[in-house]
């Protein structure tokens, strides 16, 4: 298998094995739910938080290796893991204001509303139906409701109406643990995992940018990311040291 230098090599292990923890949750009662505006101008916001994101050099390098069927041996460790845990294409059903966040460490904080002008963090909530669901989703039906960190820049209205403005998506998603959260799912690589599908089923991926078309690679529809999605099992030996 192919290995990475050694000088990125142990971010990357770190960063992927933060990915099989499990997450707490909050209630949901109460959220709002937002009208449609811009989704231009949320995927838009994620593509600049993405750029000014220092965790590139610990992400995957292509659509297919970022699918949870490429998988990551992690050296002499024994472990295996993969960037994503599910893989999940439908259409966008409603979006709430989750919680604001203030925080002072990983473990200490305090929960308040998203319009709270105090808070360092704010969640939107995702409801979207589930056309067709893989890996840890493939028996979901109904529906699937992820979470997706405002931006700092962001206007935190704006962006959340955004959201609520996508219509057909892919998401690629991970169960990312956050105690303040009242769902386990997240769009991984920042929350820039997520593709709306045109008329014609391609996908383009806004949120990562100019690196999109790049990114994506041969994986350019609908069609292609759920094959290349219930394609067989690849591990990459990943060294750490």
Known sequence: MHRWGAASTWGVALALAGLVAGCGSHSTAGRAVVKAGDPGYALHQLAV???SSTAAENEPTSLRKALPNYRYELGST???VSFSDAVVVGSVARVEKGNGVIWRDDSDFTVVDYDDARADTRSAYVTMTVDRGLE????????VTFRVVAPFQADPEEFVEGLAGLKRI???LTRDPDATASTPWRPIMGDSLIGVVNDDGTITWPALG???SRFEGDVTTRAALVDAALAPVVTEDVATR
């Not at 840890?136 to 529906?143: E, K, L, V």
């Open 49 to 51: 938080a993405r750029q």
């Open 78 to 80: 024994g472990r295996t």
């Open 136 to 143: 840890s989703i493939a028996s979901a039906t109904g529906t």
């Open 170 to 172: 892919a998401v690629v």
């Open 210 to 212: 100019p690196d999109g």
